[in-house]
């Protein structure tokens, strides 16, 4: 099996090296990776620009880009070959819920996926992580497993795991995605005094809103890794009938 690993971190990141010397003992694994930390990128590319791509050993090139730049310009053109597989990460901090929309690193796995390639996103639920070995290797056990039991195409899978050492893991189970409250509020800074200038800071994500035993954040908070099928339609097929008959 050959496998694109990519990333939001950057190409140095711990926990892509992690992921790496993981999934290299089961396959052979090439890394295109952005140059830095481009977290929260989504699936943004780079138009109407050059990209600059540089080696960095063997099978292994940083991009002067995004997350989704990394995996749109591998499949279509820098590598020889067609990945069998994509998988991201792991992050540093989780994906849980409405993170999935921002996170560059689900936006990696979704753009092979989109691109007809099968895809996991990893992330380790901490932040500053510490046990990034423990979603690593829970990663390659969905690979082995994937090899021999392969899925029905076409998938995309986001995962998370509780950032503890393997032995404390309680589990895997396959749930939906939860829900966060707003966000907290932005936050203005006084640091800049040029004239008609203001700056403003995002602040932290919501809490858990939509948090039960059948979402991802209340699979994590017993300490099991989460996994949940995403699905990029986003057509509100319930909705159709009602805004046709509105328009009407």
């Known amino acids: 099996m050959k496998i694109l690993v990519s990333n939001d971190d950057g190409y140095q990141a711990p926990g892509i090296l992690a992921l790496v010397k993981a999934l290299s003992t089961i396959a052979e694994v090439t890394v295109v990776a952005p140059a830095d930390d481009r977290s929260a990128a989504s699936s943004s590319l780079t138009v109407g620009k050059p990209v600059r791509i540089h080696e960095a050993g063997e099978r292994c090139y940083y991009v002067e880009g995004t997350p989704a730049d990394c995996v749109h310009i591998a499949v279509n053109g820098l590598l020889d070959f067609r990945p069998d597989l994509v998988v991201t990460g792991v992050n540093n901090g989780s994906n849980l819920g409405d993170d999935t929309i921002y996170s560059g690193t689900v936006a990696a796995a979704m753009e092979g996926y989109l691109l007809g390639i099968p895809g996991i996103a990893m992330s380790l639920t901490h932040k500053p992580g510490k046990h990034f070995d423990t979603a690593a290797h829970v990663a390659a056990g969905l690979v082995r497993r994937l090899m021999t039991k392969p899925l029905p195409m076409p998938w995309l899978l986001n995962v998370n795991v509780p950032d503890v050492p393997e032995d404390d893991l309680a589990g895997m189970r396959v749930v939906r995605l939860g829900r966060r409250h707003q966000a907290e509020p932005v936050e203005r800074t ?59």
């Open 190 to 248: 006084h640091h800049h005094h040029e004239p008609g200038v203001q700056v403003w800071r995002i602040g932290p994500a919501g809490k858990a809103a939509d948090a039960g035993p059948d979402t991802d954040f209340g699979t994590i908070a017993e300490n099991c890794v989460s996994v949940t099928p995403l699905l990029i339609d986003l057509t509100r097929y319930d909705n159709l009938r009602h805004v046709a008959n509105w328009l009407a």
